[in-house]
Nanobody, 127 residues
């Protein structure tokens, strides 16, 4: 099972930007995995944010981040990124990266479909 090590996050003013990163643990590879980002705000369920397939040619986003967030991956560095622009206070949450072993043709966006999870990264957007 791949282990995911997140970095990034923090406090930013509304309208600002942050980038989250998530790397495979030393000696591991993201090659066989679909990768995703999810978030969970206090008192709410974990929700899908974005996902990217193995080859990086297909991405999907939740409606509430379309046009503002971009997911990307660097398979050579075994790292997945979430670039977050035009942040809003309602984006405040703990963000999680996740992985699921998958073919390049299958795509998943539900938390229960992902097998491995990183520790959360807090993102706080002040108004």
């Amino acid at each position: 099972q791949v282990q995911l090590v997140p970095s990034g996050g923090g406090l930013v003013q509304a309208g600002g930007s942050l980038r989250l990163s998530c790397a495979a643990a030393s000696g591991q590879t993201f090659g066989p995995y679909l990768l995703g980002w999810f978030r969970q705000a206090p008192g709410k369920e974990r929700e899908f944010v974005a996902a990217i397939n193995r080859g990086g040619g297909r991405t999907d986003y939740a409606d509430f981040v379309k046009g503002r967030f971009t997911i990307s991956r660097d398979n050579a560095k075994n790292t997945v990124y979430l670039q977050m622009n035009s942040l809003k206070p309602e984006d405040t949450a703990v963000y999680y990266c996740a992985a699921r072993a998958s073919s390049n043709f299958n795509f998943y966006t539900s938390p229960q479909d992902f097998q491995a999870w990183g520790q959360g990264a807090q993102v706080t957007v002040s108004s």
